[in-house]
T-cell receptor, first 113, second 114 residues
Framework: GAGVSQSPSNKVTEKGKDVELRCDPI?????LYWYRQSLGQGLEFLIY????????KSGLPSDRFSAERTGGSVSTLTIQRTQQEDSAVYLC???????????FGSGTRLTVV | DQQVKQNSPSLSVQEGRISILNCDYT??????FLWYKKYPAEGPTFLIS?????DKNEDGRFTVFLNKSAKHLSLHIVPSQPGDSAVYFC?????????????FGTGTRLQVTL
């Protein structure tokens, strides 16, 4: 596609439920990143994919968070047993290689009630 | 440990004047720096970048200055326009291997008034 697409754009879920957030990167972009922005905070790195593998998962805040990428394209971020502190905007970005800038999607606003 | 810091959460500037947004970093391994601009309900968009081999990069109304010894960079917008009102994020990377991720600051909200 022309840009990075994220779905859903908004998600309200009850505490304790699992959620899946989807990212469709720009076609041909090998690197994919997940970040989140909590209220009043900067962009917090979560995980980085190069192709289908994740060389850097250091930002995942707990084992309730996991992500996968299939076919070198679509990525899914899964949060199990959501907590209120998981409420944030989850942003996905992709880029063609290390010498290129990120292109971000518009994000998924997750609200855990 | 906040490796990239933007100490001013907000800034208000009159249209036509200069806007100066500041950013400090602590990791001496960072060698590539970027500024992103973010409007509400949109993802951040790339604005301008600078490599550590330079101390200045200019693109139209936007100039980024890098002071490596002080671990400080700044973004100058001249002249400021109302459409520049947004949140600006400073970001840095080591650009090698798994350090290719960007580390972002907390952002500065710029408001350009008429």
């Amino acid at each position: 596609g022309a840009g990075v697409s994220q779905s859903p754009s908004n998600k309200v879920t009850e505490k304790g439920k699992d959620v899946e957030l989807r990212c469709d990167p720009i076609s041909g972009h090998t690197a994919l990143y997940w970040y989140r922005q909590s209220l009043g905070q900067g962009l917090e790195f979560l995980i980085y994919f190069q192709g289908n593998s994740a060389p850097d998962k250091s930002g995942l805040p707990s084992d309730r968070f996991s992500a996968e990428r299939t076919g070198g394209s679509v990525s899914t971020l899964t949060i199990q047993r959501t907590q209120q502190e998981d409420s944030a905007v989850y942003l996905c970005a992709s880029r063609q290689g290390l010498n290129y800038g990120y292109t971000f999607g518009s994000g998924t606003r997750l609200t855990v009630v | 440990d906040q490796q990239v810091k933007q100490n001013s959460p907000s800034l208000s500037v009159q249209e036509g004047r200069i806007s100066i947004l500041n950013c400090d970093y602590t990791n001496s391994m960072f060698d590539y720096f970027l500024w992103y601009k973010k409007y509400p309900a949109e993802g951040p968009t790339f604005l301008i970048s600078i490599s550590s081999i330079k101390d200045k990069n200019e693109d139209g109304r936007f100039t980024v200055f890098l002071n490596k010894s002080a671990k400080h960079l700044s973004l100058h917008i001249v002249p400021s326009q109302p459409g520049d009102s947004a949140v600006y994020f400073c970001a840095a990377s080591g650009n090698t291997g798994t350090a290719s991720k960007l580390t972002f600051g907390t952002g500065t909200r710029l408001q350009v008034t008429l």
